[in-house]
């Protein structure tokens, strides 16, 4: 019995340690980040800035850094408070009155959590959005649509995320030996379905997808990608203007299912050689297979973290040391989810990685096969308008940047043109 509770101290203090850990990791990092902000423009900077966008910019990243470290701080005594104060074993002792079901007794703790989250945080979505986001000029959202967007995904949230949960508990539930093998099969097949088909269900439910009308530019990106072996059929453009006038484009789907999907914000900032250098840059991707790698990576990663949850749930004292009086599973998760942050952050920094490197070669790929220069003017046009931080410290580039500032990138860029 003393062994069993000592058990449990070592579990809740290392729990709350942990929390700190990632609070002054992430407070370390945002202070160095400050390091390199200068008011003056710097001399690399001169070729892509001017001294009243730099300043702009610096202006952004402040405003930024100053609202992350308010609802940073906030989150974190939230957190501290709510795990000494045993406030979650008093949320789940307080549902054993109306059920004893694991399954309904795990989504309602889950349920009653991410509800509570989300109305906690709604006003500081609203203040980033409406204050800081509508000050730069990014903002194009309305309030209306703001507030609907936050119930569509609070109720897909309880409803993809709740049936997932719950499949996980019913596979806990009736096996134990197997369980972590079966629950990553689940979660690796709904990765996968979600890959193929997220564009064509859960995208419509936000932003309205055209197939591309631009006839010329259509066959300008038809014609490049033809001439590097690459068939594509689906080109859409997303209504992204009534949320934000920050541009982009991206992969999804594969096989059959593969399309590309414009901005239409894109469309608006770049010429129509720049936007088929930028999609050059996505086809690379696509014909060597990275984001078929970084799914691998995913689902390799699912594999160990189901691993090490199904060992951490064979000690009663996890759930214990949120104040339990009994073992429980949403608990034992919960409690899991803090406990696996070390090893989360080393799979974060290697994710980190792998994209940055696979970044360089996207862009050495578009800019030896399409019109050089073009790429180059494009990311130059998607950083001043973006008000992009191109000088952020060492270190917090590498824990949080999966893509290498753009700064790098030209740089990079100019060394393959001196070859």
Do not use: C
Request: net charge positive; glycine share 2%.
């Amino acid at each position: 019995m003393l062994n069993s509770l000592l058990t449990v101290e070592i579990f809740f203090y290392t729990i709350i340690a942990l929390v700190i850990f990632e609070f002054l990791l992430s407070k370390t990092l945002s202070y160095l980040n400050t390091k390199n902000w200068s008011d003056k423009l710097p001399k690399e900077l001169e070729w892509i800035y001017d001294q009243e966008k730099y300043a702009k910019s610096m202006k952004y990243e402040k405003a930024k850094h100053k609202f992350s470290n308010i609802s940073s701080i906030l989150s974190f005594n939230v957190m501290i408070f709510l795990l000494i104060f045993w406030a979650f074993w008093a949320l789940y002792n307080y549902l054993t009155i109306f059920t004893s079901n694991v399954i309904l007794l795990t989504l309602y703790f889950f349920w009653i959590i991410a509800f509570v989250q989300t109305i906690v945080w709604l006003p500081f979505s609203y203040y980033s959005t409406f204050v800081i986001e509508e000050k730069f000029g990014f903002n194009k959202m309305t309030k209306k649509l703001f507030f609907i967007d936050a119930i569509k995904w609070l109720v897909l949230s309880f409803i993809i995320g709740g049936l997932l949960l719950a499949l996980v508990t019913w596979i806990y539930t009736i096996t134990w030996t197997y369980f972590w093998i079966y629950a990553w099969v689940l979660i690796t097949a709904f990765s996968v379905f979600m890959m193929m088909f997220y564009s064509s269900l859960i995208v419509p439910l936000f932003n309205k997808q055209t197939p591309l009308e631009d006839w010329k530019l259509r066959d300008e990106i038809e014609a490049f990608a033809s001439s590097v072996g690459f068939k594509l059929d689906n080109i859409f453009v997303i209504d992204w203007s009534k949320r934000s006038s920050k541009a982009n484009a991206y992969f999804s789907g594969f096989g059959p299912k593969k399309r590309i999907v414009l901005y239409d914000t894109l469309i608006k900032d770049l010429s129509k050689n720049e936007l088929v250098a930028v999609l050059a840059h996505e086809i690379w991707h696509y014909k060597k297979k990275h984001t078929l790698q970084m799914l691998a990576f995913s689902i390799f990663q699912t594999w160990i973290m189901f691993y090490i949850l199904w060992i951490t749930l064979t000690y009663n004292e996890v759930s214990f040391a949120l104040w339990s009086k009994m073992p429980s599973f949403a608990l034992g998760l919960l409690a899991f989810g803090i406990l696996f942050t070390p090893i989360s952050i080393i799979f974060w920094l290697i994710w980190n990685i792998f994209s940055r490197k696979n970044e360089y070669e996207a862009d050495h790929f578009a800019w030896t096969n399409y019109k050089a220069n073009k790429l180059k003017s494009a990311l130059i046009k998607l950083s001043i308008n973006n008000l992009s931080n191109l000088r952020p410290h060492p270190a917090y580039e590498f824990f949080y940047y999966s893509h290498p500032t753009v700064l790098k990138r030209l740089n990079a860029l100019d060394k393959i043109k001196k070859k």
